[in-house]
């Protein structure tokens, strides 16, 4: 081997290392923001910031603290999870084994063999159609995944229409503020939303779940992010507790699974769901969709929102069981059209069966946008309806915030191509995730990977309402499609793509 290409495979191998490092420590993490001029904004529901007392911390105070909290974690994994939720630790291990066995099966089979079988098949195509019977769909829905339900959905589309709208319920809060969120951040945007949870405390209950690999994540700072202005604090938990009633607790993390689930639910009457995280990418940079819902789909939020919070109690598994059989709190007004709960769970991928059916019944269109894109099985049944002669169009983020994810998706991107899916990069990062089907509609909190499919908990809704399916093209698919860059060539890739791919697929 020359030395010129030593150095260029050793600069491959140090790329590649820390970027799967970093991927699989966040799944779904911020990134530094790239968007000064959005940064230096500032709008009406901003609180001021009330820095903590404490002296500034370091950089390696900081590192420090991340460390002792991922050793923390791996400890309660290993030791504490399994004695106070020995059905739930036991349940995620045999779902983990049968899904990456049963899985990597399906995969080398789709690789090896069905991808070569359908892309020697020809391409039609694609002529105005009819797109498939909806009633029909909803009603065989019902058997293959989610829970039916109602209520009204409102799209709010990035930080500048969520952030605000919720500030304001929470402030309007007269009763309760529960509060399910994979990442709460320790930068200035975030301690300006814990500042007002502690500040609602006093007069409201207030509670606040996290992810124990999500929290982890919130204690990352970058040097330019250490300021006299500004001291992050080490813990968020901990500063969301420090001379407050509000009350926090951490999911647990079985086998490293995670609570990727994001939801704010005012008075049992008003719930927020969908893909946004608390900290200033989700406020200020990043593209992204949340969703205000009301009607009796918040019942069914709010009763597993209490479950989840009952797990994470140290009486674990217990504590989950009487919540379980607890009867479910009626309090949202019985108002909506009809709506479907998908969630992804270890035991049950509702999420995962619907979307899969949905592309193999779909005749006319299929607009799919998510940041990250890696299951096998998603990508083989959108190129057989491509044959179909389906307009397929997928958007993917031009600057993703994990490079290892990136890699992936730019494997997924020539597949696509190949089979004549229409692929679009949307400027900077897009973190929505949704799916339009022929006019049924699916969007939440989940990815088109193997964590959110399978793995992690995930929450969206699904209707084919045709004023919320209007709403969500209009809004959010139509003109993110015509910003969007429409790829004609392959993507340039190498070994390192490939390795991404697997850690993707196996790991990720």
């Not at 699989?24 to 009330?50: F, G, K």
């Not at 105070?61 to 106070?84: C, D, F, M, N, Y």
């Not at 084919?464 to 499609?481: C, K």
């Amino acid at each position: 081997m020359t030395l010129q290409r030593y150095t260029r495979v050793r600069k491959q191998l140090l790329t590649l290392a820390a970027a799967l490092g970093g991927t699989l420590l966040a799944a779904c993490a911020s990134s530094p923001p790239t968007n000064q001029d959005a940064i230096a904004s500032q709008t009406a529901e901003d609180i001021p910031v009330v820095t903590p007392e404490a002296p500034p911390h370091s950089l390696a105070t900081h590192r420090a603290a991340e460390v002792a909290q991922a050793v923390w974690l791996l400890g309660k994994v290993s030791l504490i999870e399994p004695l106070i939720r020995p059905f739930s630790t036991e349940k995620a291990l045999i779902s983990l084994l049968l899904k990456s066995s049963l899985g990597f099966a399906q995969r080398v089979a789709i690789d090896t063999v069905r991808f070569q079988a359908l892309e020697n098949e020809p391409i039609p195509v694609i002529v105005p159609r009819l797109g498939m019977d909806l009633d029909e769909w909803e009603a065989d829905l019902a058997g293959i995944a989610g829970t039916s339900t109602q209520g009204t959905v409102r799209f709010l589309v990035d930080g500048d229409e969520y952030f605000p709208r919720m500030i304001e319920t929470v402030r309007d809060a007269e009763e309760s503020i529960d509060i399910r969120t994979y990442i709460f951040d320790n930068d200035d945007y975030a301690v300006k939303v814990a500042d007002l949870l502690k500040k609602r405390s006093e007069d409201v209950k207030v509670k606040v779940l996290l992810d124990g690999i999500g929290a982890i994540i919130g204690t990352r700072v970058d040097p330019d992010e250490l300021s006299d202005d500004f001291r992050p604090p080490l813990s968020i938990t901990s500063y969301l507790r420090d001379d407050s009633r509000v009350r926090v607790r951490k999911s647990g993390n079985p086998y490293l699974t995670g609570d990727h689930t994001k939801t704010t639910i005012i008075d049992g009457r008003i719930a927020f769901l969908g893909g946004m995280n608390i900290g200033r990418n989700y406020r200020y940079v990043w593209h992204d969709l949340m969703m205000e819902v009301t009607g009796p789909v918040v019942d069914l939020l709010q009763h597993d929102a209490n479950v989840a919070w009952a797990k994470a109690s140290w009486l674990g598994d217990l504590a989950m069981f009487a919540r379980v059989v607890t009867p479910m709190n009626r309090r949202a007004d019985d108002t909506g059209v009809p709506l479907t709960i998908l969630t992804t769970r270890d035991h049950d991928s509702q999420l995962y069966r619907a979307q899969l059916a949905a592309i193999r019944r779909t005749q006319s269109y299929i607009f799919i946008q998510s940041p990250y894109f890696s299951d096998d099985l998603i990508l083989f049944e959108l190129a057989k309806a491509r044959r179909r002669g389906v307009d397929v169009r997928v958007i993917l983020p031009t600057e993703g915030n994990h490079p290892a994810q990136s890699r992936s998706n730019e494997l997924a991107i020539n597949t696509m191509l190949r089979n004549g899916i229409r692929v679009y990069l949307y400027p900077g990062m897009t973190h929505v995730k949704a799916a339009v089907y022929d006019g049924w509609a699916c969007f939440g909190s989940a990815n088109f990977d193997k964590l959110s499919l399978q793995i992690n908990e995930e929450l969206n809704l699904g209707t084919s309402d045709p004023d919320i399916v209007g709403e969500l093209l209009a809004r959010v698919f139509i003109p993110d499609l015509e910003l969007s860059e429409e790829l004609t060539t392959p993507r340039p890739t190498d070994w390192t793509h490939r390795l991404a791919e697997f850690v993707s697929d196996e790991i990720l």
